[in-house]
Nanobody, 119 residues
């Protein structure tokens, strides 16, 4: 399984970006998908997750500004980011968790896309 993240870039504070994550196989059976970010010198943190039943969860710092969604027909995960702040600057990674039998799951990661927000 391969995940290809795209859509990052340089934007001014208050601007918007939409990240995309194309998955190389059907996401109909997926357990969960999510976006994570890692700022320079920091650990990778969860930004937003979306489970198979449609439940979404967001980090407190992005609630009300970011929206996670998926297009199952095109096997793509999105992250709409509005009202961006300089502290949102990071490399953003997408992740997908697939079942692999016997009740176990395996996560897959995309390569990351850089988001830079200038003040």
């Amino acid at each position: 399984v391969q995940l290809q993240a795209s859509g990052g870039g340089l934007v001014q504070a208050g601007g918007s970006l939409r990240l995309s994550c194309a998955v190389s196989r059907s996401i109909l059976s997926i357990r969960a998908m999510g976006w994570y970010r890692q700022a320079s010198g920091n650990q990778r943190d969860v930004v937003a997750t979306l489970t198979s039943d449609g439940t979404t969860n967001y980090a407190d710092s992005v609630k009300g500004r970011f929206t996670i969604s998926r297009d199952s027909a095109n096997n793509t995960l999105y992250l709409q980011m509005n009202n961006l702040k300089p502290e949102d600057t990071a490399v953003y990674y997408c992740s997908a968790v697939f079942p692999r039998g016997w009740g176990s799951y395996r996560p897959y990661w995309g390569q990351g896309t850089q988001v830079t927000v200038s003040s």
